[in-house]
């Protein structure tokens, strides 16, 4: 896809979340376009070592700052992406209040800072807006069946709440916003104790321990892998006119978590047994974007098979010099799982 003349310019970017897994990526494919990048981020998620390589780079500025509290920048920016929220199910719900108050406080906050500086504004969304599906594959102009009292609503709805925000903005011509939403990512730089299910099933194999899985296995996601998902990140943000409705970001193909299971088992060569334990509330059954509306808006679908972007995902993880599997949960602690050696 050909960059819009504003993106060829030589602008300034602003990334929220910038120090998380998908965030450093795109800070590093911003930095490769010619931006200027100011990463923010509080570092309950985000990590250092994941932007170290940029540290120190002339037109890279990290500020270490929570975005519930507003930013006084100093300086103008041209772009707003907000990709400042925990998006595994264990670290959103260990404190789903700041969970709630980042989604809609700091998304409110990023908002401002856009219309004040005449900036485009990027909200990470999330395929969690459609809750446990009854329609499948999602498409964007489907509402969702969400639970809103349940442990996972600090999170689902409020992203769904942030949305709100951002078409409000756009409707009142206060910003320019685009909003993604994003399915399952996964790859290198992801925290191998986030609790997700690529990373613990990853990391798992590689330690020889027993393969969790919630439930029976047979439900299902779709993963893509995070350079795909960052170039559909940039290809929105880039895009004119603006689509003006929220977009489908992921891989349509779609594996059942068993499947998942047996080839991270291939990859490793790891005979770890698999355990199955009690399915979490709330959990989808089914997950499958429905990308459509990407390829007609931005000319963009994945490119890298499950296969190649487990294995790159491996490749990182073992040669990571802290192997720390995925913190025991409260599930694991009360017992119930199932323990087999099942040949998958």
Sequence with gaps: MRRSKRAEQRRTALVAGGAGFLGSHL???????????????????????????????????????????PLELGEPV????????????????????????TCVIGTLNLLELAAGNGARFL?????????????????E?????VNCTGPRACYDEGKRAAETLCFDYLRAEMADIRVARIFNTYGPRMDP????????????????????????????RSFCYVTDLVEGLRRLMDVDPNPRQPVNLGNPGEFSILELA???RELTGTRSPVKFLPLPEDDPRRRRPDIGRAKALLGWSPEV??????????????????LAIAPVTAIDRAGGGKLQNLQL
């Design 27 to 69: 800070c590093e494919a911003l930095l490769h376009d010619g931006y200027r990048v100011i990463c923010v981020d509080n570092f309950l998620t985000g990590r250092m070592e994941n932007i170290s390589s940029l540290v120190g780079q002339a037109r890279f500025r990290l500020i270490e700052q929570d975005v519930c509290t």
């Design 123 to 139: 909200q990470a969304s999330t395929s969690e807006v459609y809750g446990d599906p009854e329609q499948h594959p999602q498409r």
């Design 141 to 145: 102009d489907y509402v969702g069946h």
């Design 78 to 101: 041209d772009r707003v992406f907000n990709l400042a929220c925990a998006a595994s199910p264990p670290r959103y719900q260990a404190d789903p209040i700041h969970t709630t108050r």
């Design 305 to 322: 098979p499950l296969r190649q972007g487990l294995l790159q995902t491996i490749v990182y993880f073992s040669g990571m010099d802290d």
């Design 262 to 264: 047996r080839l991270v």
């Design 193 to 220: 104790a986030d609790g997700r299910i690529v990373s613990n099933l990853v990391m798992q194999a590689i330690e020889k321990r027993p393969l969790t899985i919630f439930g029976d296995g047979r439900q299902t």
